[in-house]
T-cell receptor, first 107, second 114 residues
Framework: KNEVEQSPQNLTAQEGEFITINCSYS?????LHWLQQHPGGGIVSLFM???GKKKHGRLIATINIQEKHSSLHITASHPRDSAVYIC?????????FGAGTRLTVKP | DAGITQSPRHKVTETGTPVTLRCHQT?????MYWYRQDPGHGLRLIHY???????DKGEVSDGYSVSRSKTEDFLLTLESATSSQTSVYFC?????????????FGPGTRLTVT
């Protein structure tokens, strides 16, 4: 079993829909990251959080440390949000990554 | 954007040949990492460096070696490439090993071993 599990693996939505991507982990962490990878491969960090909730524009990330679970929400989704979203957990010296959720938003 | 470049960006090589991938940073970050990304798997750590000449193994280090002779450069070498090493390789940098330090990723190198 992977230490970081994401669901769903693939997600197709219509423009404007509210989207949720989930991440569960089984190890102790110092922080959790949400990353975005566009076609063409570049990886950028969206959020780093260790408790509570963070919001940036239409993106919201939450984490429940007791449940070892995090969610990434996208409100009013847009085709430009189409990408692979990756959850990663930070230990003391390393990061462990989920396999990613491929999101496609159709106009 | 963090100043990280990888070279080459694409490479096709034959089984048994040596291959070296280069990661170059202009941020003066202490930590550098090499990951590989394969379908169905998350990014997996190959090796990392916590300073000049200081390196350590990651989760999938077999068949790979690294060197860091300067702060700005981290080299990944496949001594004798195999088809199982066909992958996309990402370099990342960080000021420190854990929170609150972000990891910043390079653009990736797509390696095909035929």
């Amino acid at each position: 079993k992977n230490e970081v599990e994401q669901s769903p693996q693939n997600l197709t939505a219509q423009e404007g829909e509210f989207i949720t991507i989930n991440c569960s982990y089984s190890v102790g962490i110092s922080a959790l990251h949400w990353l975005q990878q566009h076609p063409g491969g570049g990886i950028v960090s969206l959020f780093m959080l260790s408790s509570g909730k963070k919001k940036h524009g239409r993106l919201i990330a939450t984490i429940n440390i007791q449940e070892k679970h995090s969610s990434l929400h996208i409100t009013a989704s847009h085709p430009r949000d189409s990408a692979v979203y990756i959850c990663a957990v930070r230990g003391n010296n390393d990061m462990r990554f989920g396999a990613g959720t491929r999101l496609t938003v159709k106009p | 954007d963090a100043g990280i470049t990888q070279s080459p960006r694409h490479k096709v090589t034959e089984t048994g040949t040596p291959v070296t991938l280069r990661c170059h940073q202009t941020e003066n970050h202490r930590y550098m990492y090499w990951y590989r990304q394969d379908p169905g798997h998350g990014l997996r750590l190959i090796h990392y460096s916590y300073g000049v000449k200081d390196t350590d193994k990651g989760e999938v280090s077999d068949g790979y070696s690294v060197s860091r002779s300067k702060t700005e450069d981290f080299l990944l070498t496949l001594e004798s490439a195999t088809s199982s090493q066909t992958s996309v390789y990402f370099c990342a940098i960080s000021e420190g090993p854990g929170q609150p330090y972000e990891q910043y990723f390079g653009p990736g190198t797509r390696l095909t071993v035929t």
